[in-house]
């Protein structure tokens, strides 16, 4: 069993950065796929960010590339979420997520993940 645990939301103006952090406990994570997700009110949940089983590289969302940057250190079982230039269309609530995978292992959708986070709320105000 994995427990996550998001943390780093808040409310910041356009243009301002944020980093949101998920711990993982239970497990080590590097034998894992793990992504980012949000959720806007009334829309479904979108990826956002994601490594690979293995970290050997990243993915993003066309909306956040550029402006987004994922990281994980392994050491202390932490994803990063390094989110600069903020627009108030990334107001959302955060999600992590995690699944165990074969190495390389990369998994888009939100219905393939069966680890999540209790979510943490990203507001950016224009």
């Known amino acids: 069993q994995v427990q996550l645990v998001e943390s780093g939301g808040g409310l910041v103006q356009a243009g301002g950065f944020l980093r949101l952090s998920c711990a993982a406990s239970g497990r080590t994570f590097s034998s894992y796929a793990m992504g980012w997700f949000r959720q806007a009110p009334g829309k479904g949940r979108e990826f956002v960010a994601g490594i690979p089983s293995g970290g050997s590289s990243t993915y993003y969302a066309d909306s956040v590339k550029g402006r987004f940057t994922i990281s994980g250190d392994n050491a202390k079982n932490t994803v990063y979420l390094q989110m600069n230039s903020l627009k108030p269309e990334d107001t959302a609530v955060y999600y992590c997520?995690?699944?165990?995978?074969?190495?390389?292992?990369?998994?888009?959708?939100?219905?393939?993940?069966?680890?999540w986070g209790q979510g943490t709320q990203v507001t950016v105000s224009s």
């Open positions: 997520a995690g699944r165990q995978a074969s190495r390389g292992s990369f998994y888009y959708t939100a219905a393939s993940y069966n680890y």
